[in-house]
């Protein structure tokens, strides 16, 4: 059951990093097929961990609103809201204490780098995101010792 969590972490990990590089070097074009095959895994942790039936659905409605509320009124890049829709549903799925700090610390992160790109930077037009996400899921992984179990 552990090992389950240990392989989203990782794998979440590689492919941030991987959508984090894609993005710096294609101009902030991606490939979004990663970003299914971690959807994919994330509700793939439904075979493992044993939730009930209303917790799923419950978890289902929360990532569907979010990405509805995300695509519609425009919070974010269409491949910044469908790679943080695996994450929430992941995090929310294995430790729902987990998804408020992998928020909390998105928050903050997201705040500081809007600050240093609009008044360090004086950057007025798009700038890479996946740096933050990526930063945030790896602290949040740390923080709960995902990677060790």
Same mark, same amino acid.
């Given at each position: 059951?552990?090992?389950?969590?240990?392989?989203?972490?990782?794998l979440g990990?590689?492919?941030?990093?991987?959508?984090?590089?894609?993005?710096? *070097?294609?101009?902030? $074009?991606?490939?979004? +097929? $990663?970003?299914?095959? /971690? /959807?994919?895994?994330?509700?793939?942790?439904?075979?493992?961990?044993? +939730?009930?039936?209303?917790?799923?659905?419950?978890v289902l409605?929360?990532?569907?609103? =979010?990405?509805? @509320?995300c695509n +519609?009124?425009?919070?974010? $890049?269409?491949?910044? @809201?469908?790679?943080? %829709?695996?994450?929430?549903?992941?995090?929310?799925?294995?430790?729902?204490?987990?998804?408020?700090?992998?928020?909390?610390?998105?928050?903050?992160?997201?705040?500081?780098?809007?600050?240093?790109? *609009?008044?360090?930077?004086?950057?007025?037009? $798009?700038?890479? =995101?996946?740096?933050?996400?990526?930063?945030?899921? %790896?602290?949040?992984?740390?923080?709960?010792?995902? =990677?060790?179990?």
């Open positions: 059951m552990d090992r389950i969590i240990v392989m989203w972490a990782f990990t590689i492919y941030l990093f991987i959508l984090t590089w894609q993005e710096n *070097r294609n101009k902030l $074009k991606i490939d979004a +097929r $990663k970003n299914y095959f /971690m /959807m994919g895994l994330s509700l793939s942790l439904i075979a493992y961990l044993p +939730r009930s039936i209303w917790y799923i659905l419950g409605a929360m990532s569907f609103t =979010y990405n509805y @509320v +519609r009124y425009r919070l974010l $890049k269409p491949d910044d @809201v469908s790679t943080s %829709v695996w994450i929430l549903y992941g995090f929310a799925y294995i430790n729902i204490v987990a998804l408020g700090l992998f928020v909390l610390v998105l928050g903050v992160l997201g705040l500081i780098y809007r600050y240093i790109k *609009r008044n360090v930077y004086s950057l007025n037009r $798009k700038a890479p =995101y996946y740096s933050v996400i990526a930063a945030s899921f %790896v602290l949040t992984c740390a923080f709960f010792a995902f =990677y060790l179990h």
